[in-house]
């Protein structure tokens, strides 16, 4: 691989010969991680059963695989399977962004055996990260779902609401998938309006975020109230207001998520 190459994951398909070499190995049990008690990746699998390994790529140079494990499969002593989430500011962010990949890949490989569309089994293509029918030719690639988050301001309050699916008290910036045939921006006015009744303009870009849950790319925007009044869509949410940059309810904790990084920002810019 390339030296020079400007990140310190570099994606790749095809797996060199990896006899002799220390690999990092992502093993999952469902979409739970193993892990050691301490917190790292295992050394080793032996005592497990793999269904299925895919080549992720390097990682600082150190080659990387997602591996699926039986359903079935037992934490060898000393180690456990922990859902991703519970990894936050656990395991190192850099094995956690990997992990991430490595679950949407592990999870797309084996949904795709066989072709949806004639039932024939599929085949590891050798120029992409996809499979392909051999008797369709039609290529399959990992899912990957855009979702837009928002930070809506009016002067020094922000919008923030409840999802019934939050911890008890907890409250957040609105989110909501990107339909087909509609622009991140799109989306962000008509889920704002749809969950809310607000309608909100001047949409500026903030930033993106990997999420595996379970395979979406997060979009994260600033925009500005322009009108209406909070009518929340019950179905959507449990409760939304306008908060004061000074009286924010309680959010999410830490810094690992882009809605914390949205609020952060906000909180930054105004008090």
């Known amino acids: 691989m390339p030296a020079d190459f400007p990140l310190a994951f570099e994606p790749l398909h095809r797996p060199p010969d990896l006899s002799g070499e220390h690999v990092l190995q992502f093993a999952f049990r469902g ?15 032996e005592a497990l059963t793999v269904v299925r390994s895919q080549y992720l790529g390097a990682l600082n140079g150190v080659h990387c695989l997602s591996t699926e494990l039986a359903t079935d499969a037992e934490a060898p002593v000393g180690h456990r399977f922990r859902d991703l ?73 922000i919008l923030l609401a409840r999802s019934p699916h939050f911890p008890p008290g907890i409250y957040s910036t609105l989110a909501g998938f990107v339909e087909p045939g509609e622009s991140a921006e799109e989306a962000v006015i008509r889920e704002v309006f749809e969950e809310t009744r607000i309608v909100v303009e001047d949409v500026r870009y903030f930033g993106s975020q990997p999420w595996p849950f379970p395979n979406s790319l997060m979009l994260g925007f600033v925009a500005t109230y322009a009108s ?35 609020l952060k920002d906000f909180i930054e810019r105004h008090q």
């Not at 979409?31 to 699998?45: F, H, I, K």
């Not at 949904?111 to 369709?136: I, M, V, W, Y």
């Open 31 to 45: 979409r739970e991680l193993l892990v050691t008690d301490g917190g790292a990746l295992p050394d080793s699998l």
């Open 85 to 157: 989430r519970r990894l936050f500011g656990r395991l190192d962010p850099a094995l956690l962004a990997v992990a991430g990949r490595a679950v949407q890949v592990m999870e797309w490989d084996r949904t795709h055996q066989f072709c949806g569309a004639c039932g024939t089994p599929t085949e590891l293509s050798d120029n992409d990260r996809s499979r392909r029918c051999p008797k369709c030719q039609y290529p399959m690639y990992p899912r990957l779902a855009p979702a837009m988050i928002v930070a809506v301001e009016r002067g020094t309050e």
């Open 228 to 262: 209406g009044e909070i009518d929340i869509a019950a179905d959507e949410l449990e409760d939304a207001g306008w908060y004061d940059v000074n009286s924010l309810p309680p959010t999410f904790p830490g810094n690992v998520s882009i809605s914390q990084w949205l």
